[in-house]
């Protein structure tokens, strides 16, 4: 007979389901209908699996001394204090949802490397030094509100809808160059009004208007002389109140306090990122330019 999930710590189960430790085949069934409905659960689930696919990817095992293992756990007991204002937390319908990355991690060390000898990677340098792994600057990390983000999350439909512009997937609807018109066409298959800054070296190519779960979306396309592309999503703040689409509440947070979020790394070619408001509506900038140049070009449009 199988063994029931209200008879042991999910928690725990979580874990082994993860590590691929379950044979009971009714028992593993519980789970993952569990995880279907449980979307606390759920957003645990997936903050727990991204914490060991980062350390089986990244970190390669050594032999330490039994100091230099207690210093790193140390380390991480200081970043778990510091994490809640720190560090990303996995966000579901607009509200902060179970640990944050740090306690996994330390869940993940101790699990994994208790015992004689020990063992640690390259994370023990980087937090001793009071360094971030999850924040690395080699162009080819992958931001932390993309992994945990949903289909409903703006920063992922932002990203996705710019590697299939870039990739020709997508096209405009409707060339042009004239704001004016861009504006009008926007109102009329969208309904509401567009935010079509004026971008130097860039002019606009296009848009196109779509619809996400109830919820209507434009699409502006600018291009340099070099076929360099800067991409806006935009929709209407109601958005969130309707809970049609998805936005991080720390990167809300610091829209409000900095007006803009900006990141890179938000994929493997290190992608730029900017998220604002702007009147009603609510805006997603990609482009493959730097981060610094990116931020010289925003803030010459954004006013």
Not at 50 to 64: D, G, N
Not at 93 to 99: F, K, N, Q, R
Not at 203 to 209: A, D, T
Not at 262 to 282: H, I, P, Q, R, S
Request: with cysteine; net charge negative.
């Amino acid at each position: 007979m199988g063994q029931s999930t209200t008879t042991f710590n999910i928690d725990e189960l979580i874990t082994s389901y993860i590590d691929d430790q379950i044979s009971d085949p009714e028992l593993k069934s519980q789970i993952e209908a569990k995880l279907k409905s449980d979307v606390k659960l759920n957003a645990k689930y997936r903050s727990e699996l991204l914490t060991k696919i980062m350390l089986r990817a990244r970190m390669q095992e050594v032999e330490i001394p039994q100091g230099t293992y207690q210093r790193v756990l140390n380390s991480i007991d200081r970043l778990i204090t510091e994490s809640k204002n720190a560090v990303p937390a996995v966000i579901t319908g607009g509200e902060v949802e179970y640990p944050s990355f740090f306690h996994s991690l330390k869940e993940a060390v101790t699990r994994r490397f208790i015992g004689i000898p020990r063992y640690a990677f390259a994370v023990a340098a980087i937090f001793v030094t009071g360094g971030v792994l999850f924040f690395g600057n080699n162009g080819k990390t992958t931001n932390p509100y993309i992994i945990s983000g949903t289909e409903k999350s703006i920063m992922v439909q932002a990203l996705n809808s710019f590697h299939k512009i870039l990739d020709g997937d997508i096209k405009p609807q409707l060339k042009s160059s004239n704001a004016a018109e861009i504006e009008k066409y926007v109102k009329d298959n969208a309904n509401f009004n567009a935010y079509i800054p004026s971008i130097e070296s860039y002019h606009l190519e296009g848009v196109m208007c779509s619809e996400y779960n109830g919820q209507k979306l434009a699409h502006l396309i600018y291009v340099n002389n070099d076929n360099d592309v800067i991409y806006i999503y935009q929709t209407p703040v109601s958005c969130f109140q309707k809970k049609n689409l998805d936005l991080p509440e720390q990167v809300h947070d610091e829209i409000m306090k900095a007006k803009y979020y900006m990141c890179d790394g938000v994929d493997e070619t290190d992608c730029t990122m900017t998220l604002w408001y702007k009147d009603n509506v609510v805006c997603a900038s990609m482009t493959t330019m730097p981060k610094q140049k990116m931020y010289a070009a925003f803030t010459g449009f954004y006013k």
